[in-house]
Nanobody, 121 residues
Framework: QVQLVESGGGSVQAGGSLRLSCAASGSIFTIVLMGWYRQTLGKQREFVATIASPGNTNYADSVKCRFTISRDNAKHTVYLQMVSLQPEETEVYYC???????????????WGQGTQVTASS
């Protein structure tokens, strides 16, 4: 069994900053990719950023230069540093991990429970 637990969400004024964390735990053999997505009620979940095991990063155009994704492989943890948050980015942020667990088999997609981020004007 694998769990992803997010933390760090909250409320800030527009232009403020937050840092999200997501720790993966359980029967993990190797993590291929970790990332963040976000979703507003009634809309599709959208890609924010991902980071691969060697450290390659990928960002949505809307967050480039404002958000920074990083990871601690030893702790199976991914972070998302967000600056200059805007009210339209008030959403639930979800952690994602593509990993192989110790029982073997192909990589599988796991999701966290989500953490609310609110930027108020």
């Amino acid at each position: 069994q694998v769990q992803l637990v997010e933390s760090g969400g909250g409320s800030v004024q527009a232009g403020g900053s937050l840092r999200l964390s997501c720790a993966a735990s359980g029967s993990i053999f190797t993590i291929v990719l970790m990332g963040w997505y976000r979703q507003t009620l009634g809309k599709q979940r959208e890609f924010v950023a991902t980071i691969a095991s060697p450290g390659n990063t990928n960002y949505a155009d809307s967050v480039k230069c404002r958000f920074t994704i990083s990871r601690d492989n030893a702790k199976h943890t991914v972070y998302l540093q967000m600056v200059s948050l805007q009210p339209e980015e008030t959403e639930v942020y979800y952690c994602n991990a593509v990993l192989v667990n110790r029982t073997g088999g192909p990589p599988y997609n796991y999701w966290g429970q989500g953490t609310q981020v609110t930027a108020s004007s």
